[in-house]
């Protein structure tokens, strides 16, 4: 295969970059992977990181067989605290503060937890290259939004990583989650199916949509308060890991998390101080990469959330 660069046409617009490449330089999907994984497959002079990016018109695709271009990740930063409560040799299980970004992206560049993660554990630079992932998300396999406080597992080489990717996959990871939402919920628990993708009005914003991806969470009622105004303390688990899932899909029922402001659809609770919305990832559990023991941590409500509690009456 000869280098080649091209600038995307009109006919390539939206086309996944692996298809793309496939086509443009007549070589096997395969291959393609291959290329994308050692950074040879660019877009705009920024190697690409995932197959499924999708192309835009008047972009520069470059396709090089020469060496990769060196990936360069975030630095590592010993200001960001964090709190690990667990560590071995194939996984990192943080509880994470609400207020802290997982990783760099959107013009954020250092006080992220990956910064963090990264002073503590320099081996972590170089799982980007060893699983042919985002530079800036070294051995993250799943997130939490910055509001959003609890459990988080980091994998530490590359077949934990892979281990971690596939049980998401599978389903059988177990996230859960409290959350207080406004109203009182119907029913002791329920499901709420429904796809889940980019608002069309707000592309900032998450929505339940038809052209969304696969999305379904489980809730369970944990308490009720009517004072000062109704609310419901849910617990709720993850069978996805959509962008947002468990905020977007309450609100869509009509319960919205307390503090909210993204979802809440203007509602608010009185006398509510929370900065943030009321929810916290509380128990994880999965088989361990490396045993296949079933492994599991809970983390309690942070101070925040349970004062916000204790102000509530039934």
Request: some cysteine; overall charge neutral.
């Amino acid at each position: 295969m000869t280098d080649l660069s091209v600038t995307v046409p009109a006919s390539l617009d939206g086309v996944r970059v692996d298809k793309a490449v496939a086509l443009v330089a007549d070589v096997p999907r395969a291959l393609v992977n291959d290329l994308i994984g050692s950074g040879r497959v660019v877009l705009d002079g920024t190697p690409v990181s995932s197959r499924s990016t999708r192309l835009k018109m008047g972009q520069e695709l470059t396709v090089s067989r020469g060496p990769a271009p060196v990936a360069v990740g975030p630095e590592p930063d010993a200001t960001v605290e964090l709190t690990v409560v667990h560590e071995d040799d194939d996984i990192i299980v943080v509880d994470k503060q609400a207020g802290l970004v997982v990783h760099p992206g959107a013009g954020r560049t250092d006080g992220t937890m990956v910064n963090g993660l990264l002073e503590r554990f320099p081996e972590l630079g170089a799982m980007a290259h060893e699983t042919g992932t985002d530079p800036q998300r070294p051995g993250i396999v799943h997130r939490l939004d910055r509001g959003t406080s609890g459990l988080m597992v980091v994998a530490r080489n590359p077949e934990a990583y892979r281990s971690l990717v596939h049980q998401l996959g599978e389903r059988s990871v177990f996230r859960r989650y409290q959350a207080l939402v406004l109203g009182s919920i119907d029913g002791e628990s329920g499901v709420v199916d429904a796809p889940v993708g980019r608002s069309v009005s707000s592309p900032t914003r998450m929505a339940v949509t038809r052209r969304g991806k696969e999305a379904r969470t489980r809730y369970r009622v944990a308490g009720r308060f009517s004072q000062p105004a109704p609310t419901t303390l849910v617990t709720a688990s993850l069978e996805t890991g959509r962008t947002h899932q468990i905020r977007v899909h309450l609100s869509a029922i009509g319960h919205p998390v307390v503090a909210d402001e993204v979802y809440s659809r203007g509602r608010t609770l009185p006398g509510c101080s929370l900065d943030r919305p009321f929810l916290h990832a509380f128990s994880l559990a999965f088989a361990h990469p490396r045993s296949g023991s079933q492994v599991s941590w809970e983390s309690p409500l942070p101070d925040d959330l349970r004062r916000q509690l204790a102000l509530l009456q039934a």
